[in-house]
């Protein structure tokens, strides 16, 4: 019998085991052990099957356990001791506070899905985790950050897998009643009620929960109220779920919408308004819309309002292929934008963020990562390599730019370690290296014995294969109701083999089943008789994504062979639950993506986190990070005729990597059974680096070259009236205009008649500026190496300046009023030896510009 109706009545605590409920209500619980310990000391058992969330833990326990414990005065004391310690974490002064500057004073941080604890399952992946992550980091580091999300009341879905292995998604609807969830009210107890006008004269409303995700509320916005029509209340229903105009409206809530919550927010809270807004991708990028509105309220024009927005906003692209950008049919766009939803701004003025550079204007699609680009002064990738690769992909917005001058950084990913550190580590490194620091205890030092460390670590695989056999006997349960579970369950995966671990998203870019290209020879790896090797794997596919269902459909059916099936699984419903459990127990990590298409690629960090090896393609965060001593790098063939070719090669090279290099390291013993060698290697993993992966490394970097200067840029454009934003808005429009007439004309060059290095040349260029003042332009020399043909490699650039102007001479020729081109001077020296090239330009120059290709305008010598 199904009910009509679902609701979650909250447990009644004891009051002198009120602080349990203070603790339960603040996600740092996610991540702090000692607040998880004390909750697990009511009932270990119930603890864990209530997947260790404090909230439906508390409504579970028996009350006559409560109130044993309500009369236990050293567990009252000890959960007051850990009250007492979460308010002073949420109060003291830490990193941030110590910086000399205080900019910025609050930064409000946009993504689609937030990724806290499976508790909270409002994540599909990566994206996900890592805006989770740096929420967590930021709220260590005492950053003053907002998180502003939406609360899907199905989150992404919950995976089974049938009999043929084909993956099957259900939703379940979350309660946010019986989530670490309140309603954001207004001082009379009313809830803040946030309202878009749409089209046809209806209305989208929301509400705003909020969580605190330790020093950092975290926002999420919820059409599920009486206030919609059914219709609406459906727009925050699933993650990545509906179609175009459904995607399209979970959008502008989150931009639109978020914005609005933030400044309802800190008019309740009295925070500071947000100096620096962040889009974690694309999906946010309505914001600045919303933001340019509020501005031509308060007098400014689109285009100045443009200038305040882009100085103070940090887009950061997650996707390193188009295909992975959110596109809109620009009609659709175009009939949401109007002037209800967005007072004073033109719908021409901002449907021409989202055109596609060189595509016809009216008809291309709205590209949301082409408007954030636009709305951000600030961008970055999320690895060396993806910056390289997304400087590359978005380079057309910065015509006439080489890739290397494109204003995109890169601040390679990071992933919190007090969250993703197995607690049989932390508790080794609190009992023999006096620190509860994993990430930066010393894991070389002599107090700690390979022997103690390898114990642990076996512990931690039998925790994975316990893990893994619950949740296969679960979903067998589920998918064969009254049946007997079959005993071959209970022998899957072994404690004492090398185990391979892969998990992630299952797009085809992330070749889940690479690993199958030669059956024979994967069956005879998994099966040797000396060197065993098993794998454990998971992912969710899209659930309209039926080439990636088809992956994990091979490869469910290849490990149900008899002979294979306890050396190799797939485990359904992947979530940071069973992440929690594969990291700690898997001894190396697989990631075999088709390069460059990795963006990044934390799992691997987190494993290493957890003493495991990588074994990987040299893609993400790999490539800057890849050492011996760290793990395997599986070769590129990057030269191969074809993908067929290519995924042959990669695997032979993967196949050769497992049994010869990581299969033979791992099986060799001393006489106590411990791997010497591999144990130095972990070790010196975690040692060194670890410390290189954490999530507060990223996040000081963020602080530190974009979050800084962006408030310092913003203050710059608003002071005294928003002064810098109308002139730099004046210049860019005149600039612009004249920009077709400004010509390098002719370039002269001397002193290099037969050149040797420390040599000079010495540059005369002419250069007509079509009426804009000297100080408008910089005239540079580009030079370098020039091996191939029209290229030239390792460009520099050195300034030329306006020689000075003599009455009556010809070399005056030029000033800013005469229209006669102007004598631009200097030197190179000639420094190198070999092939060298050079070429003059003219790009625009102005205070308020953080890069020379900002306008995307730029002058060369023909």
Known sequence: MKPIRKFTVRAV?????????????NLRWSWHEPTRRLFEHIDP???????????????????????????????????ERERAELQEYLSQPRWFQTLATEAPRTIAYFSPE???????????GGLGILAGDHLKAASDLGVPLVGVGLFYKAGYFAQAIGDDGWQQERYPVLDPDGLPLSVLRRPDGAPVQLALALPEDRVLHARVWKASVGRIPLLLLDTDIPANTDE??????????????????????LGIGGARAVRAWTELSGCPVPDVFHMNEGHAGFLGLERISTYIAEGLTFAEALQVVR????????????????????????????????????????????????????????????????????ANGVSKLHGEVSRRMFGDLWPGFDAAEVPITSITNGVHAPTWTDPALLGLAESRL??????????????????????????????????????????????????????????????????????????????????????????????????????????KSHPADDEGKRLIQQLVQFAQQPELRERIVFLPDYDMGMAEMLYPGCDVWLNNPLRPLEACGTSGMKAAMNGALNLSILDGWWAEYAGDDYGWVIPSADAAGDA?????????????????????????????????????????????????????????????ELYRPAAEHAAAVLADNARGARELAAWSAKVRQAWPGVQVVHVESGGVEEPHVGDELHLRAYVGLDGLAPDDVSVEVAYGRSHDGDTIDGVRHAVLTPAVSNPGSPENAGDATSGEPRLYTGTVVLDRAGAFGYTVRAVPRHPLLLSTAELGLVAVAG
């Not at 009120?18 to 209500?25: I, R």
């Open 434 to 539: 006096g620190t509860g620091d994993t990430e930066h205890a010393d894991w070389l030092s002599g107090a700690l014995s390979d022997g103690e460390f390898w114990s642990v670590k076996r512990g931690m695989r039998l925790q994975l294969v316990e893990d893994a056999r619950r949740r296969l006997a679960e979903a067998w349960a589920v998918q064969h109701p009254g049946s007997p579970v079959p005993t071959w369950i209970s022998r899957v995966l072994d404690p004492d083999t090398l185990t391979v671990g892969f998990a992630r998203r299952v797009p085809t870019y992330k070749r889940l089943t690479l690993m199958l290209h030669d059956p024979k020879r994967l069956t005879a790896i998994l099966t040797n008789a000396e060197r065993p090797v098993q794998l454990v794997i998971a992912g």
């Open 311 to 378: 100085a103070g906003t940090v887009f950061t692209t997650h996707t390193p292929v188009p295909a992975g950008i959110d596109r809109f049919d620009r009609e659709l766009v175009e009939r949401y934008l109007s002037s209800s939803l967005l007072p004073g701004v033109d719908p021409a003025d901002a449907l021409a963020l989202g055109a596609e550079p060189g595509a016809d204007p009216e008809t291309s699609a709205f590209n949301m990562a082409v408007m954030g680009l636009r709305l951000a002064q600030h």
């Open 232 to 253: 609406l209340r459906s727009v925050t229903d699933r993650l990545y779920g509906g179609g175009g105009e459904h995607r399209l409206l979970q959008e502008l809530l």
């Open 45 to 79: 058992e119930l603890w864990r099957s209530s997947h260790r969330d404090p909230v439906a833990f508390l409504g579970e326990v028996d009350p006559a356990r409560l109130d044993e414990l309500a009369a236990d005065a050293g567990y009252v004391a000890w959960a």
């Open 114 to 124: 937030f990724g806290i604890t499976a508790a909270l399952p409002q994540y599909s």
């Open 13 to 25: 605590v004891p009051a002198t085991l009120a602080p349990l409920e203070e603790l339960a209500g």
């Open 644 to 704: 067929t070719e290519r995924d042959a090669l990669e695997a032979a090279a993967l196949y050769d990597l497992l049994e010869h290099r990581v299969a033979t390291r791992y099986y060799e013993r001393d006489g106590d059974g411990v791997p010497r060698e591999w144990v130095r290697r972990v070790r010196q993993t975690l040692a060194t680096l670890a410390p290189e992966l954490g999530a507060d490394r990223m996040v000081k970097q963020y602080v530190e």
